[in-house]
């Protein structure tokens, strides 16, 4: 049997997980409040946070899945990337415990862990297959050959679609974690309001200037996108324009986002011939681009896979699966490694 415990500390989350012969035993999350009363995330509490969180998740993990740190057979961590100061404390737990433990360190990209959260449950898609991650700092269309051979065949050239959703909620003045509140919203609207599509060549994507249109959308208090001084209403029409149509401004919004990011996919499928397709990534869990992504999965012939809601935020389990497989192929990392915040990735057996 091959256990391994697995930690991950990339932003705000802190996350102990066990795996055992790929099946998840524990998997335990402590959220940070704290950032609410900012409306985003501190860096600094962040870390001071995974300092105090990380015993005694560690410790419950364990207690969770019924073993103890001589069980372990390997130690798995967040390496890249993420929050320097987050990750450092991920990172330097991990170490510790290896050494101490005389066990193999195993370092995780968290978006190869999302992309593998798909193998946590049953169905699993075959390989190859391709999968969109979306989250608040990238979004990509990974090509997956194997547990430990992926390809990023496109990316953002500049914004995520996380941080779409996020400044449209800021606007939009709705307390943070913004995201979800768009989408609770939009399931009571309907997308009339249009919004552009960027037309960038191949499989990037652009939410840079889907941003821009959104915030000259709301100083016109609706009509128009692009900016025109004249056009400009007060403060006040501004947030009444808002409060009258918010359902149906989260709607519109949401509904092009998906667009984005579903027209790309449909694209790399195309190209690829591939059959098998994922999303995984933080908003992953929205409603409207997971219903969105089963029907185009229906229309297309796709074989469509989506993890479960408590895999597609930051979590351990899906550090686990990974550190599972690198596990099984060899793949250590030595004493000196360091945490990245930023990390291109390509994964080659």
Known sequence: ????????????????????????????????????????????????????????????????????????????????????????????????????????????????????????????????????????????????????????????????????????????????????????YAKQGNAVYKFPEPQIPGLNFSFSGLKTSILYFLQNAGTANVYKAELAVDEGTRRKFVADNLANICASVQHRIVSILLNKLKKAAAQTGIKDICIAGGVSANSGLRNAFKETGDQLGWNTFIPRFEYCTDNAAMIAITGYYKYLNGDFEKMDVVPSARAEWTIKN
């Open 1 to 184: 049997m091959t256990t391994i415990l697995a930690i991950e500390s990339s932003c705000d989350e802190t996350s102990a997980a066990v795996c055992r012969n790929g099946n998840i035993l524990s998997n335990i999350i402590a959220t940070q409040k704290i950032h609410e009363q900012y409306g985003g995330v501190v860096p600094e509490l962040a870390s001071r946070a995974h300092m105090q969180n990380i015993v005694p998740v560690v410790d419950a993990a364990l207690k969770q899945a019924g073993c103890t740190m001589e069980d372990v057979d390997g130690i798995a961590f967040t390496q890249a990337p993420g929050l320097i100061g987050a990750l450092l404390v991920g990172t330097e737990f991990a170490k510790s415990l290896a050494l101490a433990l005389g066990k193999p360190l195993i370092s995780v990209h968290h978006m190869q862990a999302h992309v593998l959260a798909n193998l946590i449950d049953t169905p699993r898609p075959s390989f190859p297959f391709l999968c969109l991650t979306v989250s608040g700092g990238h979004t990509q269309i990974v090509l997956c050959r194997s547990e430990n051979d992926m390809e990023v065949l496109g990316q953002t050239i500049d914004d995520a679609a996380g941080e779409a959703f996020d400044k449209t909620a800021k606007l939009l003045a709705l307390p943070y974690p913004g995201g979800p509140l768009v989408d609770k």
